[in-house]
Each structure stands twice: as C-alpha cells, then as structure tokens.
C-alpha cells in the first residue's frame, strides 16, 4: 500500500505506528515509491494519542489509552505496523506527560518523517470533569503547537 500510495497519492495517513515504524518502514518505502515514479516527496500524516497530564499520571494514562483505543491493536494491519517499531500497543504511542515531554515526543515523530501531525486527544481523570478539564488543557496546548511543529 505504501508502494502505491507513493505512485499514485500524495502521502498516507498511519495510526499505531512508533517512531521507528516511521522512520524504518513507512517513510522509506513511500518516499521512495513516489521518487521512482518521479512524483513529489509524500506527505506523512501520523496518527498520535495525547494527553496533558501530571508526570505521575502517565502510566495511568498509557493504561487508559489502551483500554479506550486498544481495540485497534487487534487489526492484522495494524499488528503488522506495530511489529515494525518498539511500540506494542497504543498505550505506548501516547504523548503523554507535561508540555515539555508531550513536545519532545511530537518532536520524535516529526524527526522520524511525519509531516503532518493528527492529534488524538485522550482525556484522563478519575471523574467526568477531570477528563473534561485534561481534554480541554490538551486541545489548547495542541493549538498552542501548531506553528511550532
């Protein structure tokens, strides 16, 4: 699919794959599909769950990331992604922690070849107005990124 996507589109879209997925699989093999079909490099959309959190909260946090989108895991496609990377479940691909670690990751993937990044907020809290209150924080810190990143 990446072969044909970089014949024939202008990128792809990837959900469930790491840093090293990215940068030893995905992009290559698209990258170089488009050049031998003398397109223009591809744009690389990368799916990535998020969330603003206390640092104590992270594990917490990879655990919920896993029970409310572990279900993709499942996916033969996406087992094959993830077999690709160092990442064994969503729980894993979270950018999760304070702004300065949840950058840092973003960072990673946008240094292992996404150009595009699409965030998929995950809010945490014991209660309903905690997730509102992580949700709400993450989407304005995402925001916030935007010329950065």
Do not use: K
């Not at 079909?37 to 969330?51: E, F, K, N, S, T």
């Not at 729980?91 to 990673?108: K, P, T």
């Amino acid at each position: 699919m990446l072969r044909l996507a970089g014949e024939h589109a202008s990128g792809t879209i990837v959900w469930m794959a790491d840093e090293r997925a990215l940068a030893e699989h995905v992009v290559p093999r698209i990258t170089n599909a488009a050049a031998e079909a003398g397109r223009p490099a591809p744009r690389v959309v990368v799916g990535v769950p998020m969330v603003i959190c206390a640092q104590g909260e992270v594990d917490g946090a990879r655990a919920w990331a896993n029970r409310v989108l572990g279900q993709a895991e499942y996916s033969p496609n996406y087992q094959r992604l993830l077999a690709r990377g160092d990442a064994s479940n969503v729980g894993h691909i979270l950018a999760a922690g304070d702004e300065s670690a949840v950058v840092g990751r973003l960072r990673a993937f946008r240094d292992a070849g996404a150009t595009d990044l699409a965030v998929r907020v995950v809010p945490v809290g014991p209660t309903r107005e905690a997730r509102i209150e992580t949700r709400d924080r993450t989407l304005a810190f995402a925001a916030s990124l935007c010329p950065e990143l």
